[in-house]
């Protein structure tokens, strides 16, 4: 769907679909709660179960990716949790040794009069911060539709 409503382009003597257009929403939507709304993502969510779940198709799977900046699937989606502790296994020989220290307001500091956060705990985080997106309300969706096709076209 999301590539449907780029317009096309000759190239090398064949119609394709223009894919280098890239519309980024405008910060005042992105920043808007009344037009979006907070959402965790649970273990099992993918972008096309979420978009299936809230639009009722898993087409529109590139509204949540856009309003949330993520470009790339294996890197800006969270993990799920067998595939988070083979990741962390696999990047940390031990993944509870300490990462880093951190103070009581949650700074990186030295050692010495400070608290350990391991390599395991330190992936989680950004882990669960890659899990709280946004969501564009239901009732917003075909305007946002419409204004992206216009946008690309």
């Given at each position: ?12 003597g ?14 005042n939507?992105?920043d808007?709660?009344a ?7 649970r273990?099992?969510d993918?972008?096309e179960?979420l978009?299936?779940?809230l639009y009722?198709n898993?087409?529109?799977h590139w ?6 900046n ?6 800006d ?12 296994a696999?990047?940390?020989t031990?993944p ?6 951190e ?5 990186i500091?030295?050692g010495?009069?400070?608290y ?10 950004i ?16 305007a ?9 076209a």
């Amino acid at each position: 769907m999301y590539f449907n409503l780029h317009p096309n382009i000759e190239f090398d003597g064949r119609v394709v679909v223009d894919m280098f257009r890239r519309v980024v929403p405008h910060k005042n939507i992105v920043d808007n709660f009344a037009v979006l709304t907070k959402y965790d993502v649970r273990d099992l969510d993918t972008p096309e179960s979420l978009a299936y779940e809230l639009y009722g198709n898993a087409q529109y799977h590139w509204v949540l990716l856009m309003i949330n900046n993520m470009v790339n699937m294996r890197k800006d989606w969270p993990l799920r949790s067998r595939e988070f502790g083979d990741f962390v296994a696999g990047k940390y020989t031990l993944p509870d040794a300490v990462h880093h220290y951190e103070d009581v307001d949650g700074f990186i500091v030295d050692g010495t009069t400070s608290y350990p956060v391991s390599n395991y705990t330190y992936e989680e985080r950004i882990n669960n911060a890659k899990g709280q997106i946004k969501i564009l309300k239901p009732e917003y969706l075909s305007a946002f539709v419409k204004n992206f096709s216009n946008l690309v076209a």
